[in-house]
């Protein structure tokens, strides 16, 4: 697990990301947004399950995967409750507010949110890749609605997740996520030398 100083530098790498992230997003909704991280913790396995269903009452919960390839390699996770979707395609479709019973496409509220997982995951790792002096290639995204979060994925593949809990803000609402970035022990260790390196750099 990382220690505290590079955790702190590691949430500091992830503010900067999501900088042009809200950027990208803001344009997507064309609405001012501001991309919070108020929380990022360093996990096992064996505790994501726990982690991903905080706050939605056993509810069924939107799940995008998305693996990244190359030299360095894992996993990008998102996960988001359904009112939570329901106020990004309000947003959208630029409704006064969210009515529960009104019904969105299904399709389309998929395709916003594979949109959304794809800005946030793809700022991270390419601030990862951008520390090691990589390339990564990422594979075409998958989204399912499910109560748990790793239904489909190899368990034994990852031994380390980076969780960020995410809030993007706008005038009135709130859109409320978690990304899961996973790795290998040997993934995640050369993270942590790349990110001693940047606060030596400092």
């Not at 950027?23 to 994501?48: C, G, N, Q, R, Y």
């Not at 991270?124 to 399912?144: A, N, R, Y």
């Amino acid at each position: 697990m990382m220690n505290e100083e590079l955790k702190d530098a590691f949430g500091e790498l992830i503010n900067i990301s999501f900088g042009s992230a809200a950027a990208m997003i803001a344009d997507l909704f064309e609405s001012f947004a501001t991309l919070k991280v108020p929380d990022i913790k360093v996990i096992a396995m064996s505790e994501i399950e726990t982690i991903v269903m905080e706050g939605s009452d056993n509810q069924e919960i939107y799940i995008t995967g998305q693996q990244f390839k190359g030299n360095f390699g894992g996993e990008v996770v998102f996960a988001i409750d359904k009112k939570s979707a329901g106020n990004m395609q309000t947003l959208i479709y630029s409704a006064k507010e969210f009515d529960e019973t009104q019904a969105f496409d299904d399709n389309e509220v998929e395709q916003s949110i594979l949109e959304i997982s794809n800005i946030i995951g793809s700022s991270c790792v390419g601030k990862f890749v951008e520390l090691l002096k990589e390339d990564v290639m990422f594979s075409p995204p998958t989204i399912e609605l499910s109560q748990r979060l790793l239904s489909g994925l190899d368990k034994t593949r990852f031994s380390q997740i980076i969780v960020i809990r995410t809030v993007l803000e706008f005038q009135d609402m709130k859109i409320v996520g978690r990304l899961f970035i996973m790795f290998n022990n040997e993934m995640f260790g050369r993270l942590e030398k790349a990110i001693e390196t940047f606060i030596e750099e400092l």
